[in-house]
């Protein structure tokens, strides 16, 4: 019988909801912020000119050092997320992720200060990260415990519209910079005024989760740990090693798609298809558009057929799309390279997006569940989308140029996914009280769980036959 109650009233949902959309939003825009600039100014205005093809592959690399902070973020902040509860800690991770952001906007250029320019940059990467290596996990576990069990991939899907949210924005922000501004505009300032754009986000969800209370799990989770240490040798058991393996392997396709397609690829196609700028952005915001059918939509289906099951057809629909939509993008048409990235975005990045954020809070019992979702997330984050771009730019660069090696890698990130998919457990009914972690079992555990659970029933039908 499910234990887990449900004491937070329509209202409040709708608040923390609109926290946790707010928080993502932020992240997501400075994310999408940070890859825009990365790819199209970055290796002009940050680092010694010289090779074009080097410059990227150089600001791949300070859009990687992030991803590292945030391994560190994960657990120092996931932990106390766990101790002190989530409404503290996303107060704090928001506020860091904005200051870092907008004071990028203010750093100094290469031209200016040298060397200097590109370690501010890296360092505020730094801080950014630290902060964003919990945020999103703390708000996708925040909404995922306030849901009621046969919606919390519907409601949780709410939480990555921001996704969505922050990738439009951001990309509407450079479009109109773009084609309004001329290249030495936005070399000299424009460059800039993206980033001051995100202080504006960062208001709103302090304001926001100022007012919301602290998640009824975490009231539920001292009551059981009370009960455990009343026990004589009570223990919680934890299957965290199976569980945080097969969670960090959902989180390749999703990351590393990403990674890859929000991020390298503006890069790919304006340094090495010489295409115009114009045609990523608007590609992103026509994506960014649909996904606010396609998140809610494969969020309610989740809850209809299961996630895991989800997870294999979005994870497996992507790898055998992957070699066509590079050779959509290959073709220098900007109709088919703009429906490649369409299709790509709201499959293989915000259609497993959607699950992620909701799967993976359920994959951990309550006692460390903050902590370990948000070390699965940025573990598989920093190798799949802190170094997935600055390898494909290598890669790309020693093959002159050649779409191969992304494909291959887009392939290898999504069967990553499937196959942990395939291996983990049905997560839709666990009850999110429960300290321990959901038992993810292999066929020999299964078949002997199977032959207990028959002598069980024998035994309890030859006591009504008595």
Known sequence: MDKQVYTVDNKELIKVTASGWLGTAMEFMD?????????????EIFFE????????????????????????????FGRLGD?????????????????????????????????????????????????????????GVMVVEFARKH?????????CLGTSTGTLLA????????????????????????????????????LIRIFIKESPVMAEKKKLLEEERQKENGEVKSNGIKNFAVATGLRFGQAGNSGLLQTYIAGFIVSILAMQKVVVTNANIISSIISFITIPLVGYI??????????????????????????????????LVTIALIIGLNVGVQGLFSLENVMMAELFGSLHRMTLMAMAKETGGLIATGFGPLIAAALVTAMSGSWIPIAIMIIIFSLITFFSAKESCDTNDVNLNALEDPKIMNKKEELQDLEVRVGELEEQLNHLKN
Do not use: C
Not at 31 to 43: D, G, K, P, R
Not at 89 to 118: D, E, H, K, N
Not at 151 to 159: L, M, P
């Open 31 to 43: 994310f999408q912020l940070y890859s825009l600039a990365a790819a199209i100014v970055f290796n």
């Open 49 to 76: 000119q010289g090779n074009p093809a080097m410059g990227l592959v150089m600001s791949m690399g300070t859009y990687g050092a992030g991803y590292v902070a945030r391994i560190i973020g994960a657990w120092f």
């Open 83 to 139: 101790k002190i509860g989530r409404k503290e800690v996303l107060f704090f991770t928001i506020a860091l992720m904005g200051l870092a952001s907008t004071a990028i906007g203010f750093l100094p250029t290469y031209a200016q200060v040298g060397i200097w320019a590109p370690i501010g940059l890296v360092l505020l990467r730094i801080v950014q990260g630290f902060g964003a290596g919990a945020e999103i996990s703390g708000a």
């Open 151 to 159: 919606h919390r991939g519907f409601v949780g899907s709410f939480v």
């Open 171 to 206: 990309n509407l922000i450079w479009t109109i910079i773009l084609s309004r501004l001329s290249n030495a505009q936005v070399l000299a300032w424009g460059w800039r005024i993206p980033f001051y754009a995100s202080f504006v986000i960062m208001i709103f969800a302090i």
């Open 302 to 335: 989740g809850d209809k057929i299961g996630r895991r099951k989800m997870y294999m057809i979005l994870s497996l629909a992507m790898a055998i799309y992957a070699i066509p939509m590079m050779l959509m993008i290959n073709s220098k048409n900007p109709v």
